[in-house]
């Protein structure tokens, strides 16, 4: 297989899925619609698997397009972004680039973001403050901000991440020892291990958006996330964690998800930054990164 012959296929690709049609996908490219099926074939051909399905309402990813959509996605960052750098090849970023971030998402997405972005730009020289408190971008000398939360009004600029939910957890040997959660009545009976900004009375929703209130009582707190898993994975209770935060030890069952059927809050993400003008392009790709691997830790 020649792989550089599929990169415009990859990129076609990706504007399809984007525009759930291959017609509004041409009139977007500039290419005839014929065009772009043969473009669609080609790669489902030299890839083995089909990538999509046309259905009553448009076109549906199957579960490999979904996985190649992400990384479609962020190869198109990369030709824009080498385009762009191209254009100002001769501005070459140095210095130092401050950041904070909630602990949540610490080790899956902004630290692969922030490696990525420091081999794109050499010269930055990153300065990090992980902390779940808020701060502010120009008391604390900061270029960018990952809030979690709703956004009270101010001057700077939000850019949207995307949504966690809270899921409950516990180590499968908890749940031998303890005895199975079947019912919402049933975590009022567990060791709950909670951080310092979760409260007793928590609001949980069904599938079907119905919502149930149970008040609980903290075994320990903590006021950490990370701290919050590692009691969890020595078998000392339930945690009530972000989804983001719980796919690694979901995926490698150091903890099991318990009510499944249940979920607390849901927290939107933002990028915050306080450039009034048009702001620097490693700021700009950072923002692209933080993206792409919010999207990819999420269940």
Same mark, same amino acid.
């Given at each position: 297989?020649?792989?550089?012959?599929?990169?415009?296929?990859?990129?076609? $690709?990706?504007?399809?899925? /984007?525009?759930?049609?291959?017609?509004?996908?041409?009139?977007?490219?500039?290419?005839? /619609?014929?065009?772009?099926?043969?473009?669609?074939?080609?790669?489902?051909?030299?890839?083995?698997?089909?990538?999509?399905?046309?259905?009553?309402?448009?076109?549906?990813?199957?579960?490999?397009?979904?996985? !190649?959509?992400?990384?479609?996605?962020?190869?198109?960052?990369?030709?824009?972004?080498? !385009?762009?750098?191209?254009?100002?090849?001769?501005?070459?970023?140095?210095?130092?680039?401050?950041?904070?971030?909630?602990?949540?998402?610490?080790?899956? @997405?902004?630290?692969?973001? @922030?490696?990525?972005?420091?081999?794109? +730009?050499?010269?930055?020289?990153?300065?990090?403050?992980?902390?779940?408190?808020?701060?502010?971008?120009?008391?604390? /000398?900061?270029?960018?901000?990952?809030?979690?939360?709703?956004? =009270?009004?101010?001057?700077?600029?939000?850019?949207?991440?995307?949504?966690?939910?809270?899921?409950?957890?516990?180590?499968?040997? +908890?749940?031998?020892?303890?005895?199975?959660?079947?019912?919402?009545?049933?975590?009022?009976?567990?060791?709950?291990?909670?951080?310092?900004?979760?409260?007793? /009375?928590? =609001?949980?929703?069904?599938?079907?958006?119905?919502?149930?209130?149970?008040?609980?009582?903290?075994?320990?707190?903590?006021?950490?996330?990370?701290?919050?898993?590692?009691?969890?994975?020595?078998?000392?209770?339930?945690?009530?964690?972000?989804?983001?935060?719980?796919?690694?030890?979901?995926?490698?069952?150091?903890?099991?998800?318990?009510?499944?059927?249940?979920?607390?809050?849901?927290?939107?993400? +933002?990028?915050?930054?306080? $450039?009034?003008?048009?702001?620097?392009?490693?700021?700009?790709?950072? +923002?692209?990164?933080?993206?792409?691997? $919010?999207?990819?830790?999420?269940?």
């Amino acid at each position: 297989m020649n792989k550089v012959k599929l990169l415009p296929s990859l990129l076609i $690709f990706a504007e399809v899925a /984007k525009q759930a049609s291959f017609t509004q996908a041409a009139v977007k490219l500039k290419m005839s /619609k014929s065009a772009i099926s043969q473009q669609i074939s080609r790669l489902e051909d030299s890839l083995g698997h089909q990538l999509m399905t046309r259905n009553t309402r448009g076109l549906a990813l199957t579960e490999m397009g979904k996985k !190649l959509l992400k990384r479609c996605e962020l190869l198109q960052d990369q030709v824009d972004l080498a !385009l762009v750098e191209l254009s100002n090849a001769e501005q070459e970023v140095k210095g130092s680039f401050s950041v904070t971030f909630p602990h949540a998402i610490q080790a899956d @997405i902004a630290i692969p973001a @922030i490696t990525q972005l420091c081999q794109e +730009y050499p010269g930055l020289e990153p300065r990090i403050i992980v902390s779940d408190e808020k701060m502010d971008l120009v008391k604390d /000398k900061l270029d960018v901000a990952i809030y979690a939360g709703e956004l =009270k009004d101010s001057n700077y600029r939000a850019l949207p991440i995307g949504t966690m939910t809270e899921i409950w957890c516990a180590s499968a040997n +908890y749940i031998q020892k303890n005895g199975p959660v079947n019912s919402v009545q049933g975590l009022a009976q567990q060791r709950w291990i909670a951080t310092h900004w979760q409260k007793n /009375k928590q =609001k949980l929703k069904d599938s079907q958006g119905a919502e149930t209130i149970v008040n609980l009582n903290s075994f320990s707190q903590v006021n950490t996330l990370p701290c919050a898993i590692e009691l969890a994975k020595q078998d000392l209770g339930i945690v009530l964690l972000p989804d983001i935060s719980a796919s690694p030890s979901l995926l490698d069952q150091s903890l099991i998800r318990i009510l499944p059927d249940l979920h607390g809050a849901r927290w939107p993400f +933002y990028f915050m930054h306080a $450039f009034q003008a048009e702001k620097p392009q490693y700021v700009t790709r950072f +923002y692209q990164l933080i993206s792409h691997y $919010f999207s990819k830790a999420q269940l």
